[in-house]
């Protein structure tokens, strides 16, 4: 009896354990129904019929993060690379994502190492470096177009890693430190070109500036001359008005002769003195002294007149 009553309790117990499900916040569960979906049950408590109703699948509704391993990628230009990424997917419906396809995950991995290939052939090896934005959009494209009949939707892709050959790296390197030194060589080139540029407009500068002050000290020098000539000028003329004036007055005309004659007795008497030869008799030396007492004869007869 006791065995009897012990068998029931635990069939009890089975068939009450059978009769609910509970599904987590997580995940949505496929309920079927003699081999037939039935139902899709939400995260919850849900009622079931013991050996009737039967959970299928259970379906991560979560974003996924699924990591698709290196492959070998052939660019354009026939290099050899390895590349990696990661796939983001969601399951949207689960039906699909249970009766659609048998593994949307392996599928989803191996649709984007293909797609990964193909975009890759497309492009040359520099360009993989600086493409990835429009190859992981290619890539998320393709596979949002094969996985709606599975009801999963490819959020993004990312491509984590592209790895040349050795002999490639090799290669780059060399190439990149070509590139350092050319662009050291022009930066060098040009501080020679812009310090000789500017020596050159240092001279030149200075070649104006001493031709400017040269030119600026003539033009002084010149109207120093020209207000020198200008002052000789108007002291000559003002010399020349007052000997016509005087020679105007009475007596005047008597003075400038005399002046003249003394002058000329005076130059006279200094050539013969200095002169070598003489040209004239030494007595006409005192032809001056005989002018002298004829002017004093002739200013006596003057006064002796207007005394008269």
Same mark, same amino acid.
């Not at 249970?98 to 090896?125: F, H, P």
């Given at each position: ?9 635990? %069939?009890?117990?089975? @068939? /009450?354990?059978?009769?609910? *499900?509970? %599904? ?23 009622? %079931? ?15 996924? $993060?699924?990591?698709?391993?290196? =492959? ?28 659609? @396809? ?17 975009? $890759? ?19 998320? =494209? ?11 939707? %490819? ?17 780059? !390197? ?11 060589? @022009? ?9 000789? *540029?500017? $020596? ?29 000539? !200008? ?8 010399? /020349? ?5 005087? *020679? ?16 000329? *007795? ?5 050539? @013969? ?13 005192? /032809? ?21």
């Amino acid at each position: 009896m006791w065995t009897i009553l012990l068998a029931t309790l635990a %069939v009890a117990l089975f @068939i /009450i354990y059978n009769m609910f *499900i509970i %599904v987590e916040m997580r995940e949505e569960v496929i309920l079927e129904r003699f081999g037939k979906y039935h139902d899709t049950l939400e995260p919850g408590f849900h009622f %079931v019929i013991p050996f009737v109703d039967r959970v299928a699948y259970r379906q991560e509704i979560r974003e996924q $993060v699924i990591d698709v391993p290196h =492959q070998k990628c052939i660019t354009k230009d026939n290099i050899e690379v390895n590349v990696d990424g990661l796939v983001y997917l969601k399951v949207m419906d689960s039906y699909k994502a249970s009766y659609g @396809i048998n593994d949307y995950a392996l599928a989803a991995v191996n649709l984007a190492q293909t797609t990964m290939r193909s975009e $890759v052939g497309k492009i040359t090896l520099d360009d993989t470096f600086s493409e990835r934005d429009s190859m992981n959009e290619a890539i998320v =494209q393709e596979l949002d177009k094969a996985s709606d009949p599975w009801g999963v939707k %490819v959020m993004r892709y990312e491509i984590k890693d592209i790895q040349p050959s050795q002999e490639i790296v090799l290669t780059m !390197e060399k190439q990149m430190e070509a590139e350092r030194e050319k662009r050291a060589e @022009i930066v060098t080139s040009s501080g020679t070109r812009d310090a000789r *540029i500017n $020596v050159s407009e240092g001279d030149r500068q200075e070649s104006i500036l001493i031709s400017e002050g040269e030119r600026q000290r003539r033009i002084n020098l010149a109207k120093g001359e020209a207000k020198e000539m !200008e002052l000789l000028a108007t002291a000559t003329a003002d010399g /020349i008005e007052r000997i016509a004036e005087a *020679i105007s007055k009475p007596g005047g005309n008597l003075a400038v002769k005399m002046r003249l004659t003394e002058q000329f *007795i005076e130059r006279l008497g200094n050539v @013969i003195d200095g002169a070598n030869v003489s040209v004239l008799p030494v007595e006409a030396a005192n /032809i001056k002294s005989f002018f002298e007492g004829a002017s004093q004869v002739t200013d006596g007869v003057k006064m002796d007149a207007q005394n008269r």
